[in-house]
């Protein structure tokens, strides 16, 4: 017996796999333009923005496939990451803990968001938490990789990006629902 998919499960496929590439295309646009800062390896990306955005609007499953497919284009050796760079010297650098931290971030937010849905401060909750996630990966990696106090590697790679993820935070928790609405009307 052949298993028939509907054209309409077909189409809602079709949509969630462009989404990923949409998302996935996003992080890849804007996490290369970085800056860099004098005292830290790790630069200014918006790439944690995107996937705010990403997991808020699309859910965890196909948030999660954005960030998945970001890395294994980047590991492949597409210049998607900061500064343009990619291959995995990139991910076993500096800086390859708080890359890998972006699924622990897409996974816990993405937890509470859709176990809270509709609730902003739910949401906001998720990503704070997930971001936490992913600053303690990155930073355990961060002092592995330069033989640093775990204290010292969070005072240069964690410190100074607070009040900038803060903002991100908020701003995807304003567009957040906005996108997610529009997204929903479209399926």
């Not at 995107?50 to 859910?59: A, C, M, P, R």
């Not at 948030?63 to 995995?88: D, H, K, M, N, R």
Request: aromatic share 10%.
């Amino acid at each position: 017996m052949k298993n028939h998919i509907s054209a309409t499960e077909s189409r809602h496929k079709t949509r969630l796999l462009s989404a990923a590439g949409l998302m996935t295309a996003a992080l890849c646009i804007t996490a290369p333009f970085s800056i860099p800062l004098p005292f830290s390896p790790v630069p200014l990306t918006l790439a944690n923005l995107v996937i705010f955005i990403s997991v808020y609007t699309l859910g965890t499953k196909i948030g999660t496939l954005s960030v998945l497919l970001y890395l294994a284009l980047g590991a492949a050796g597409l210049p998607v990451f900061s500064g343009f760079g990619g291959g995995l010297g990139k991910l076993a650098g500096p800086t390859g803990g708080y890359l890998a931290g972006f699924l622990f971030l897409s996974l816990i937010q993405g937890y509470v968001t859709e176990h809270w849905p509709g609730k902003r401060t739910c949401a906001v909750t998720g990503m704070f938490l997930g971001m936490c996630v992913c600053y303690a990966f990155g930073t355990a990696w961060l002092s592995w990789q330069t033989g640093q106090p775990f204290t010292a590697s969070l005072a240069i790679g964690v410190l100074p990006y607070l009040p900038g993820d803060a903002l991100k935070i908020a701003a995807a928790a304003i567009t957040g629902p906005r996108l997610r609405a529009a997204v929903r009307q479209c399926s």
